[in-house]
């Protein structure tokens, strides 16, 4: 039996120095945002030259990468228990929306809506990845695949697109939407509705 060895030496300082430089960026692109975070305070913040930020997230841009592939990873393992337990397509988009609404307390507005505008930026870094290879995308695909086969979803409808036009269109609504809570809980319970429309067999 063998288990993952640890890094050790130089390989385990520049981890430990790559996710202090992270963690201090967290904290400065909750207080700024991306577009107006000061990469001087995150440098002072870590205690770290400026190089050294350099070596390990080229832009901010990378940083706030790194962030939305790990928030999407949280996701996808709440939702993939859910989808384990053999919840339908319309439980799991309204899931989706609990889930990635939720999140929004732990990252602060700022940077939440940075986040998911990111799904939207046209310089966004190389290697982002095919929206079609999005786990959340991956998810619920598979759930509307699973409706189709019991009868309750549309069988012309494509699952990996109708889940792509769902999640961007969900991302977009919360990125431009801007007024009270409960409105936008409202609208969002809309969106569900008009996707579950869209969807249904008939």
């Known amino acids: 039996m063998t288990t993952d060895a640890k890094p050790r030496g130089r390989q385990a300082q520049r981890l430990e120095t790559r996710q202090r430089v992270y963690d201090a960026a967290l904290v400065e692109f909750k207080r700024a945002g991306v577009a107006d975070a000061d990469i001087g305070a995150i440098i002072a913040a870590a205690g770290i030259a400026r190089g050294t930020f350099y070596f390990h997230f080229p832009t901010k841009e990378h940083v706030l990468e790194e962030v939305e592939r790990k928030l999407v990873s949280r996701l996808a393992g709440d939702l993939g228990s859910l989808v384990a337990s053999e919840h339908d397509v319309w439980s799991t988009m309204s899931e989706v929306v609990r889930l990635v609404v939720a999140a929004e307390s732990r990252l602060g507005t700022r940077l939440f809506r940075d986040v998911l505008a990111l799904h939207f930026s046209q310089t966004r870094p190389p290697g982002f990845g ?14 509307i695949r699973r409706a189709q086969q019991e009868g309750a979803a549309h069988p012309d409808a494509n699952p990996e697109s109708s889940a792509l036009f769902f999640l961007l269109g969900f991302y977009a609504l919360l990125v431009t939407h801007h007024d009270s809570k409960a409105a936008r809980s409202r609208l969002l319970d809309e969106f569900v509705a008009s996707a579950r429309r869209g969807l249904e067999a008939r």
């Open 130 to 143: 095919k929206p079609t290879e999005h786990p959340l995308v991956a998810l619920v695909a598979q759930q």
